[in-house]
């Protein structure tokens, strides 16, 4: 069989064309094994391949560019390209008329997302049936659902003679590439036709595509030739797809059958919930193991000890079979009970619970699981993770620490001495088994949700949080990824003025550069096996992550990383002079210190500050000179006074005008919002004008060409590493280079009414949204939409005012009818996806929203320690009865057009 490769590629004078594909003939998909192509003139390519026909009659392949020897450009390849032979025919030539595959315009539509959940094809047609002498002609329309095909329609009897009811309808074996094999020698030539779109069960054309008639000259094909011309992509007139979700964390699902918190097999009752409600996505937050101290500080979703391994608290025990033991079994029953009956998650108690359980049942049933052919399968797919996380689990439970660094043995991780140390028939095996018995069952359960979902036309959609804890199994093996010595976060921003100290170690991203971003490509991977859309947290790390260093508590001595500090030379240019003492060291001066600490001002001074040879101008002592030494001087007073000193010395030592870069302290960064500090006020007038000059330009124009390179480094392999629905968390100071860069790999925006993109506006226009974007009223950061209504009611008068356009004052809690109304604005957005966390979707209907609005909040980001512990208070069995409110949802997303 000949398959005779053609592709038009303009290239640059030393690049050249080549192909890889699925059979031994195009190298097995191997980088290293394609195929030259030739050409005369630098434009048309092509390569005649001798094959042997493949036993699924199936071969997929891909065009890339290499220019001296190494790749500089490949195609979008999602989805290959696929060619069916025919192995009847071994003799067959098979002509290959392609163009160059960019991505397309509309990629989400291709993600996994909508071609194995929204608009799944479940029964797909065989692959067409070949002719002797054969057109075969491939197009790409993934917004077609299972109700329709795509059909051809054209200029002689063949193809219907205009006649749509009579075309020849296209297969959708490889969806959402449609394919057609015609008989060519029925042909005249020149041909002309077009795509349709065809209702299956209707049998009738419901639209014609929106080009001109294609047309076709003679390409003269003689017995045993087949034709194929591919890559073309069909556009109909219809309503733009849109759909709507609902975003709520594991933990806060409450069933009657969860112990206390929610777990995966409550995740299937969600789906339920969002099937009869209209609703096509389901959001959850990160699902990783976080588990370090065994206390409730683990709550934190963040800051996981696996980027891999699931938290054991998310197990559906009843899935893990019943204790034979009835006298236990009764001892769960009640403590079930009990636990569910909270209002909130009592974190210790659960997980104390589980474990508990875990052991037993472990005890009962853990040999025979890990004997198991699935268990092994299992296994070998994932011991390359699970091994050394297992161990390390172990080792934290015996050395009653995270943090391996105290660990008075395997502090260093040594690969061989963890392959001896879980080597099965020693005293710790079940202590290390175990958590391969929690991790295959984990992994068995959300499969089972995964696919409840698909099934159901539901997409579930993960989160990848930015950061790993610096106490992690990450940090332990593979370190070199990582910077341990600074520490995440984000500037100042609506969450937090202050800024946010996550206390994450940040990535060593010139390392990840060298292999490729293989730690990155295979989270995503495996990622996809769970999940059908994700959201990337903090895509802005991706650009550039802000610093914080070791020394300081709260983020606003950090600088962003990578990034282009200043010289004192270039300092000056501005108009400023450079004064080491004064814009490198807190300014403390006498005339505000009595602002800050009015009563204690007295003893602050005699306890912290020392003078200096400066009038009224203090510093502070060394015992007390960095953010970390106050909080050590600090730890456990937890009164209002202690509280008040200490963050006011916080203040004092964040005093600066610029920060040294972390590593050339002879460059510098202009302190992060230092507008709003005591050092900035002494500066005279000429003095901020050029600081405002230096430091708009530092922030908001410096960085957009090098940081758009840096995230065009990374991003472009990641996102497209799987077939995953991409979004991206864009919220805080978004440099200028993000927007371009999302929408040229086709990354969904997350628009917030309450955080509008545009800083000339107070609140964003829900029809103003771009359509590759996912709108909410809330996420877990912020209080929900009735918490919020009640912070600041001037503001929420406007917002009823202009926003809502009432007249007369807004009332001082968010009743249900303005809160169906603000759901009912985003739903009518342009957004492609709108999704509203569960309490807002909640908040429509008096009867069944929380008594309480502030008890809805999920998460403080402000508070570096807080206790993420919301709950449903329903039962999610309550909810699917909640007749008035889900007739409502379901109303609204019908009126709204948003049925998907």
Known sequence: MILLFNIEYRTSWGEEVKISGSIPELGNNQPDKTVDMQTIDGIHWSAEVEIQVPANQEVQYSYYIYCNGKLTRKEWDSLPRTLYVDSNAPQKRYLLQDCWKNMPEQQYFYTSAFTESLLAHKDRAAAPKGHNKELVIKAYAPCVDSDHCIGICGNQPALGNWDPDKAILMSDANFPEWQA?????????????????????????????????????????????????????????????????????????RSEESFGVGDFGDLKRMIDWAVSTGQKVVQILPINDTTMTGTWTDSYPYSSISIYAFHPMYADLQQLGQLEDSKKREEFSKRQKELNALPAVDYEAVNNAKWEYFRLIFAQEGEKVLASPEFHQFYEANQEWLKPYAAFSYLRDTYHTANFNDWPAYSTYRAEEIDHLCQPGTEQYPKIAIYYYIQFNLHLQLLAATSYARAHGVVLKGDIPIGISRHSVEAWKEAHYFNLNGQAGAPPDDFSVNGQNWGLPTYNWDVMEKDGYAWWMKRFRKMSEYFDAYRIDHILGFFRIWEIPMNAVHGLLGQFVPALPMTREEIESYGLHFREDFFLQPYIHEYFLGQVFGPHTDYVKQTFLETTNTWEVYRMKPEFDTQRKVEAYFAGKTDADSIWIRDGLYSLISDVLFVPDRNDPYKYHPRIGVQNDFVYRALNDWEKAAFNRLYDHYYYHRHNDFWREQAMKKLPQLTQSTRMLVCGEDLGMIPSCVPWVMNELRILSLEIQRMPKDPSQEFGHPDWYPYRSVCTISTHDMPTLRGWW???????????????????????????????????????????????????????????????????????????????????????????????????????????????
């Open 181 to 253: 094999s015609i008989d060519a020698s029925q042909l005249t030539y020149p041909l002309e036709y077009k795509f349709i779109l065809y209702h299956k069960k209707q049998k009738k054309a419901m639209a014609w595509e929106n080009n001109p008639n294609r047309y076709m000259a003679d390409p003269k094909l003689e017995n045993n030739e087949a034709l194929v011309v591919g890559d073309r992509y069909v556009y109909f007139s219809l309503p733009a797809w849109k759909g709507a979700g609902v975003a709520v964390p594991v933990f806060s699902l």
């Open 790 to 900: 009640e912070e600041n009611q001037q503001q929420t008068q406007r917002f009823y005012n202009t926003m809502l356009g009432h007249y007369g004052a807004a009332p001082t809690s968010a009743t249900a009818e303005i809160c169906e109304e603000v759901v009912r604005n985003h739903l009518y957005s342009n957004s492609i996806l709108c999704i509203l966390s569960l309490q807002d979707w909640l908040s429509i209907d008096q009867k069944w929203r929380h008594p309480n609005a502030q008890e809805e909040r999920i998460n403080v980001p402000a508070n570096p320690r807080h206790y993420w512990r919301y709950r449903m208070h329903l039962t999610l069995e309550q909810l699917m009865k909640a007749d008035s409110l889900n007739s409502k949802i379901k109303e609204l997303i019908e009126l709204t057009g948003r049925k998907g």
